[in-house]
Each structure stands twice: as structure tokens, then as C-alpha cells.
């Protein structure tokens, strides 16, 4: 069974007030295992990634590189592995 997850980044988690997305290591379709880098962003001059949650598909990614977060944004839906 698949449960569908919402990859999700809040800035000032990372002791910021935005932050930048800076790569994205994935494309939609693609499976993916725990712990796979999703996507980087930067703040503050430090860059930090989200990850997969578990095993499973990337099924939409909601960002591009250069996009500013400033509040609680999904970065990814993914299907994983209950």
C-alpha cells in the first residue's frame, strides 16, 4: 500500500527568513529510495536539502531552481511505501 506524502520546507526552521531553492536532484516519475535528495535551497549562506521521506515515487515536483520560499512550502508529493 502507498501512502502520498508532501515534502515540505518552513525557512525559519533553518534559522532564516527565506530561502532559495538551488538544485533539484530528481524528476517527476522517477522512484526513489529513503533518504534521496529531493532538493537543495539555501539561506544565510548555507545550503540544506530535503529528502525522501521512504521508499516510493516522486510523482510532482512544486518548485524551480532559482524560486524564493518564504513560508511553509511543498517542495515535492510523493507516493511511499506503508
Known sequence: MKNTVNVEILPEDFG???????????SEG???ETGKRLVDFECDKATFEASM??????????????DVLSEKTTVATVSVDA
Open 16 to 26: 532564516c527568513a527565506d530561502a532559495r531553492v538551488v538544485a533539484i536532484h530528481v
Open 53 to 66: 521521506p521512504g521508499d516510493g515515487l516522486i510523482e510532482k515536483i512544486h518548485v524551480r531552481v532559482g
Open 30 to 32: 522517477e522512484t526513489a
